[in-house]
C-alpha cells in the first residue's frame, strides 16, 4: 500500500506498447490504441482515487506522423472519438482536461473539438490531465524561446520554463514509461530534468492499479536530493520540491 504522505503530485506516462499489444493478438495496430484509451481511463480513475493532482500522457508525439497513413489518421479519428465520449465522464469526476502540443498543425475539426473540451471542463480542480498530442520535448523549448525572443525577452531558466507548453502546472516528480523501452522519445524534456524514472514493462493497455502502485512504491522508496546531500535533506525538503 502507497503511504498517502509521498504520493507524487505530478504524474507523467509515456504511454508504450499499444501495437505490440494488438501484435500479440493478431489484431491491427488500431486495437491497441483503442485498448490504450481504456487502459488511459483506468489510470485517471486511479490517480483521482491516489489523491494525484496532475497527470501528464504522451498520446502523439511529433515523430509520430513517420506512422503509415492509416496509424495516424486511425489515431485521429480515436482523438476525436475520445473527446466526444469521455469529455462527460472527466467532467463528472472533476477532471480538467488540457491538450497540450502544436496545435496549428492539427484539423480544424480536432482543434475546435480540444478547445471545447477544455473550456467545458475548465473549472474543474480534482485532476489535472494534460495529454501531450503532436508534442515534443525539443519543439516546446523551441516555442518557448520563440516566444521570449519575439518578445524581446530575456531568455533564462525561469522565463524559459514559464512559456514552456506545461508553464500551468510544475514539473513532473514522477515519469513512467510503459512497454519496457527506456527512453524519454522526445517526451518534456526540460520538464523531467528531476523526475524520477520508472520504467513497466508492462503494455500500456494492460496497465492497470497494481501496476501503477508499482511504480508509486518505487516513487516513495527513492531520495530525492536535486543535488545535495542526503544530510542536507530534512531541512531543506520543502524548499525544494
Ligand atoms: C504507443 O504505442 C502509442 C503511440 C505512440 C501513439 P505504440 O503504438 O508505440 O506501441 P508499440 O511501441 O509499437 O508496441
Ligand atoms: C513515444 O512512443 C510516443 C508516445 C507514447 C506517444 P514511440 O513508440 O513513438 O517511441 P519510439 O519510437 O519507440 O522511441
Ligand atoms: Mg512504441
Not at 488511459?40 to 506512422?67: D, H, M, P, Q, Y
Not at 533564462?156 to 523501452?181: F, K, M, Q, V, W
Amino acid at each position: 500500500m502507497v503511504s498517502p504522505l509521498v504520493v507524487p503530485r505530478h504524474v507523467a506516462i509515456v504511454m508504450d506498447g499499444n501495437g505490440r499489444w494488438a501484435s500479440k493478438r493478431f489484431l491491427p495496430r488500431i486495437a491497441g490504441h483503442r485498448q490504450g484509451l481504456e487502459a488511459l481511463r483506468r489510470v485517471v480513475f486511479a490517480c483521482t482515487a491516489r489523491g494525484i493532482g496532475v497527470l501528464t500522457v504522451f498520446a502523439f508525439s511529433s515523430e509520430n506522423w513517420k506512422r503509415p497513413p492509416e496509424e495516424v489518421s486511425g489515431l485521429m479519428n480515436l482523438l476525436a472519438f475520445a473527446l466526444a465520449k469521455e469529455v462527460p465522464v472527466l467532467h463528472k469526476e472533476g477532471v480538467r482536461l488540457r491538450i497540450v502540443g502544436a496545435k496549428q498543425h492539427l484539423s480544424e475539426r480536432v482543434r475546435d473539438s480540444l478547445a471545447q473540451a477544455e473550456n467545458s471542463t475548465a473549472a474543474n480542480s480534482r485532476l489535472l490531465l494534460n495529454v501531450c498530442f503532436n508534442y515534443g520535448g525539443r519543439w516546446d523549448v523551441v516555442q518557448a524561446a520563440q516566444t521570449l525572443t519575439k518578445g524581446g525577452q530575456e531568455i533564462t531558466e525561469e522565463s524559459l520554463s514559464r512559456n514552456l507548453s506545461t508553464a500551468h502546472c510544475a514539473d513532473p516528480d514522477l515519469l513512467i514509461r510503459t512497454g519496457g523501452e527506456m527512453r524519454l522519445s522526445n517526451f518534456l524534456l526540460w520538464q523531467a530534468a528531476y523526475s524520477e524514472l520508472f520504467f513497466s514493462d508492462v503494455l500500456w493497455p494492460d496497465f492497470d492499479d497494481t501496476a501503477l502502485d508499482a511504480a508509486l512504491d518505487a516513487y516513495a522508496s527513492r531520495e530525492r536530493r536535486f543535488g545535495m546531500t542526503s544530510e542536507q535533506l530534512p531541512a531543506a525538503s520543502d524548499s525544494v520540491s
